[in-house]
């Protein structure tokens, strides 16, 4: 349920499952592509957002981790644990 996510009581609950939405279509879209081990998300995305990211991994069975600092900071998925 992508309402556990969303904030509420805001007009960006909105946006907010719009963009979980689209997270999870992009994540389904990598489970289903057996030719890809990890996908990197884009540096743009806010805090909330890479929270949104990593909860989906954990609902997937999937691995995450987030790199970088500020505006650099990025979160990618993995379908294997890192070593």
Do not use: W
């Not at 990197?40 to 069975?61: A, D, I, K, T, W």
């Amino acid at each position: 349920d992508g309402k556990r996510f969303a904030r509420s009581g805001t007009r960006s609950d909105v946006d907010a499952d719009a963009q979980l939405e689209q997270f999870r279509e992009q994540v389904e879209a990598f489970i289903g592509d057996d030719s890809q081990a990890q996908l990197s998300f884009r540096s743009s995305l806010n805090s909330f957002e890479r929270m949104l990211v990593h909860r989906l991994s954990e609902q997937y069975g999937l691995h995450s981790s987030s790199v970088g600092q500020g505006r650099s900071r990025r979160i990618t998925i993995y379908k294997q644990k890192l070593a």
